[in-house]
């Protein structure tokens, strides 16, 4: 940790167990004021923490705070004869050293549980017959308590409190005092004068200035930079930002934005698929802002991440690096904040990098940066922490990073497989990066021909047509091109072999296999193949860590490794020269320091899994299935399906023997949770595996999906985390959801059905408080009886619209449509999810559908759609008047980010059974959009057209019932689907014109 030349540090003590928010809060304010807070750990009773340390830490800090509510505490039996508490023992060293101790006591008359009193416990174990022994002490911390209190107020500083608002505002102004009282004690603004950031600016801008391209053969040398402005691909959010028109109410919905424009947001957290940029996208940032900061490019920040004004420091860091800092400096031995949550790991974590790397800034400059605003923290890779009660503990400190630093911007990315439950910030938006889309795909090739050819455009152009061409092939091959390292993983495997694998987990052999032979003419190095035979007993190991799997692993470790392990014939020295070179030679490997990873997370895990295919049988199956947990967390999930993907090239058998492995470890009478997740597993698996035509036959299996389908019931469903539900849903869609082949209409009553809203007149029978101005005028409309589908259209069922050329036929377009679309947005990754509700359609193709199916299919006039959401008793959410929680609807309460199978929230259905209606995605109608009290413009090129329900990320307001939203006919959308009803004439009511 770098030193300061500041006397500004605080030892916070107190009881923990009644006043541990309290003293969080202390250490808040102290932060904000410029002090360096240590917080006094939970010293167990065991005296497994000596006590000496805690009071070396005491004596290394300038004053003490106390907190003293109605516990004693904990008294150490070093102390001999004394009963002095703990935390009156921290006391007594400040006041033996000279030290100011500011106490703050919880008044008397203050609202406190009755179980937090000392006397409390000595009256439980009085009535409970405790032991004299025992019972003489507690009456002595009884004692005791009075006594510390009394030392403390014979001290002359103290406070009473009765809240943590009190405590603060108390807090805020003694420390301020003590300040005032001590100028002597210097300042980080004075250490920060002498301090020059150009060093470290310099390094962060070249760290960030290319994307490196591995195993990229140009005649006879390679390609291994490109800069990073020339190749990087602009990456969207599947995040809608949803407004309201001022001037009339009307819902207008900004979709798909870039992902830049989420950084307006001062707490983000970016979530994406292995592979979809994230990494890069905080790596261009920081190259943005240093360019700004070194005045290489004054603008930089402006033009490319829209930030005005001040530019922000960027502080990158990988969050496993932070995570491997704390736990070393937690060491017998080491140093740092006592708390493993504490803000100041971070800024201790900075100081050290600066030191390492010579830069010259110190702690205090950090500190002042970030308390000042001044800074931009980009967090990258949670789910690369490699436990579980480390990512809950830097998930803790992030939040706590936000409070006391307010003012500064903080990004945070993470795979969603990680980000659940206890892994979840609070008070950040989540925006998912959304998957590439056709016109992303092709400004990248342009780019890569570009850079591949930079003295011929002509060849730049040929190359680009033959592989649009070989990405245009099958379904699969472009729905691997919509992640953009998969992409740029096809571009290099095509230049090189001039074709394209037809799965996932050949696609990473035939790069590895590339990248390993890129280098293979040094007489010196083992053959390509014997290298990735290599290094994949290197990411096993990693992978396989009794800690956890880990994403870095010590040189001289991964070499002891291949020796131990019999898989190195030479000496650990030879091995780690191998590793060295290996480096330089392929690239699959890199290293920061002493340490080494592997290029991309997913390198680690194909070849993992690669090692795991190459053992025996039952070895195999130890790996996997054991422990049981292992074969369902978030750190193996790439790695099983990468493994199914290797076993098949040996044969489907070897699958299906692996499909049987698994069932046969799990009861019959398994909790639905725990089936729901097998199910999801094993879903993923087949999904995986569909470009090989491969299906899941076993018997135990289908039994399990049956059983699944009790994620679609209330009252069953509640019980299971989300993401679960998902997983097994999605996992029924791969195998052939039994509800799509049932009956999928719903009889609606003939009736006069009140439809619209206003917020004028509260005794009016179409009042809602939360209607806007487009809502109305209400009006009473008479209906026929009709149909209408239980479920928005499935991506299955729109498939076979797809399949069946409903894009070529001119029958059934509206003028304005045809042939300006081949298949809906981000097409190949939906059909991987048939009973997910199609999107990415714009009204032309729903409208196309309708006809193309016939039968009297059609979309729904605003009216018939607000009778089957609120009934002839007019609800104003499709269940009822209650307002949306996230067991009723998927919307921005519920933070999935994106779409979900249909009928997953049948607590949100109409009482009729129809699903959906709020939430998940906005529904195209059938008529223009037309301000009620307006005249409609005559002929309009690409009229508004109305859309109902609400979508995924959708507040409140924009899933009632009575809210009419617009689009624009060839909008396109992943939060725009659309239902289907079958034709009945409409006559108008008394209110209509």
């Known amino acids: 940790m770098t030193e300061n030349v500041t006397p500004r540090s605080v030892f916070i003590s107190s009881t923990r167990a009644d006043l541990e928010a309290h003293r969080d809060a202390v250490a808040r304010i102290a932060l904000k004021l410029g002090f360096h807070p240590e917080v006094s750990e939970n010293w167990p009773a065991s005296n497994d923490v000596p006590l000496e340390k805690c009071l070396r830490v005491v004596s290394r800090c300038d004053l003490v705070v106390v907190l003293v509510a109605h516990r004693y505490g904990w008294v150490p039996a070093e102390q001999g004869e004394g009963n002095a508490s703990i935390t009156w023992t921290e006391c007594l060293r400040a006041a033996n050293e000279g030290k100011e101790i500011l106490a703050f006591i919880l008044s008397d008359d203050a609202v406190w549980p009755r179980n937090l009193y000392e006397d409390y416990d000595l009256a439980q174990a009085v009535l409970a ?108 959010s599947s995040e809608q930002q949803s407004t309201v ?427 639905l949770r725990e089936q729901a997740r097998i199910a999801g597993l094993l879903g993923s698996i087949q999904r995986d595996l569909q470009p090989l035509a491969y299906k899941i036959r076993d018997r135990a299996y289908q039994a399990v999906l049956e059983r699944v389908q009790d994620v679609f019931v209330a009252d069953k469903a509640d019980v299971m985390p989300l993401d679960l539900r998902i997983e097994a849903a999605d996992a029924l869609g791969q195998a052939g959801d039994p509800r799509l082949l049932e009956d999928p209409w719903v009889h609606i009553a003939a009736g006069t059905y009140l439809v619209g809203a206003q917020a004028v007149d509260a005794a009016g029978e179409d009042y809602d408080s939360m209607a806007l101005p487009s809502d109305g005028p209400a009006r009473r409309v008479v209906l026929e009886a009709f149909e209408v589908s239980r479920f928005p259209v499935t991506v299955g069922e729109y498939e076979l619209f797809v399949r069946e050329n409903g894009y070529s036929e001119p029958r059934y377009w509206e003028k304005g449509g045809f042939k300006r679309w081949k298949r809906p947005a981000q097409w190949d990754n939906q059909v991987q999810h048939p009973n997910y509700p199609v999107a990415g359609v714009s009204w032309y193709e729903a409208q196309a559908y309708c006809l193309w199916h016939g039968r009297g299919v059609r979309l729904p006039c605003e009216s018939e759609w607000e009778a089957v959401a609120g009934g002839l008793e007019r609800r104003r959410f499709p269940w009822g008047t209650e307002l949306p929680d996230p067991t009723r609807l998927n919307a921005r309460n519920t933070l999935t980010g994106s779409v979900t199978p249909v009928g997953l929230f049948p607590a949100g259905n109409t009482p009729a059974g129809v699903a959906d209606l709020a939430g998940n995605l906005y529904e195209w109608c059938a008529e223009r959009y037309v301000p009620l009290a307006v005249e409609e413009a005559a002929d309009a090129e690409d009229p508004f057209r109305i859309v109902k329900g609400g979508a995924f990320d959708s507040p409140v307001l924009f899933v009632r019932t009575a809210f009419r939203g617009r689009y624009v006919a060839s909008y396109r959308s992943s939060a725009v689907g659309f239902r289907v009803f079958r034709s009945q004439d409409i006559r108008k009511g008394d209110g209509d014109e």
């Open 129 to 236: 017959g405790a032991g004299p022994e025992h019972i003489a002490q507690l009456r002595r911390n009884v004692e005791g308590l009075s006594a510390f209190k009394a030392w403390l107020q014979g001290r002359g500083i103290t406070a009473a409190f009765s809240t943590v608002e009190d405590l603060q505002v108390a807090v805020a102004s003694a420390l301020s005092a003590w300040r005032d009282r001590h100028p002597s004690a210097g300042s980080d603004e004075d250490d920060e004068a002498e301090v020059d950031p150009t060093r470290a600016l310099t390094s962060l801008w070249a760290g960030s200035r290319y994307i490196d391209i591995r195993g990229l053969q140009v005649g006879s040398g390679k390609a291994y930079h490109f800069p990073i402005e020339d190749l990087y691909i602009p990456l969207t």
């Open 245 to 671: 028109n001022e001037s009339d109410g009307s819902g207008d919905v900004m979709r798909q934005g870039g992902l830049v424009a989420a950084l307006n947001t001062r707490r983000l957290v970016i979530i994406g698929d292995p592979g979809s940029g994230k990494t890069t996208f905080l790596r261009r940032i920081t190259h943005a802002l240093t360019e700004t900061l070194l005045d290489r490019d004054p603008q930089a920040a402006s033009k490319r991440l829209g930030i005005e004004g001040d530019t922000p420091f960027p502080l990158f860091v990988r969050l496993a690096e932070l995570g491997e800092f704390i736990e070393r400096a937690r060491r017998p031995g080491g140093d740092g904040p006592v708390q493993r949550d504490s803000p100041e790991w971070l800024i201790a974590f900075l100081g050290r990098a600066s030191e390492e790397n010579a830069w010259g800034l110190t702690d205090a400059y950090y500190r002042n940066r970030l308390t000042r605003g001044e800074a931009m923290v980009l967090l990258d890779g949670l789910d690369e922490v490699p436990s579980l009660s480390m990512r809950e503990r830097l998930t803790r400190l992030v939040e706590k990073l936000t409070e006391v630093f307010d003012r500064c911007r903080v990004v945070v990315t993470c795979r969603p497989k990680a980000y659940t439950e206890s892994v979840q910030l609070a008070n950040f938006a989540s925006v998912w990066v959304a998957p590439l889309d056709e016109a992303a795909i092709d400004v990248f090739l342009q780019h890569w021909c570009a850079a591949l050819f930079p003295e011929s455009a002509e060849q730049a152009r040929l190359h680009k047509v033959e592989l649009d061409r070989a990405l245009d092939v099958r379904s699969d091959i472009r729905r691997m091109a919509t992640n953009p390292v998969m992409l740029t993983a096809l571009a290099v495997v095509h230049w090189n072999e001039k074709r394209l694998p037809e799965q996932r987990a050949d696609l990473y052999r035939s790069i590895l296999i590339w990248l390993s032979r890129s280098r293979e003419m040094r007489p010196e190095r083992p053959s390509p193949e014997r290298c990735i035979d290599l290094l994949q007993e290197v990411a096993l190991a990693m992978q396989n860590d009794p800690q956890g799997r880990q994403t870095e692993i010590a040189r001289h470790q991964a070499a002891q490794t291949l020796v131990a392990e019999g898989f190195w014939d030479g000496t650990e020295t030879a091995a780690e020269r191998f590793l060295a070179d290996e480096e330089l030679d392929s690239g699959i490997i890199v290293s920061r320091g002493d340490k080494l990873r592997f290029w991309h997370l997913s390198f680690q895990e194909y070849l993992s899994a690669r090692a795991i295919a190459a053992r025996r049988d039952a070895d195999q199956y130890a790996l996997i299935l054991e422990p049981r947990e292992r074969l369902l967390s978030s750190e193996w999930r790439e790695t099983v399906l990468l493994y199914a993907g290797v076993l098949h090239a040996q044969g489907t058998a070897r699958v299906s023997a692996l499909v049987e492995a698994i069932m046969a470890r799990e009861p019959a009478d398994a909790p």
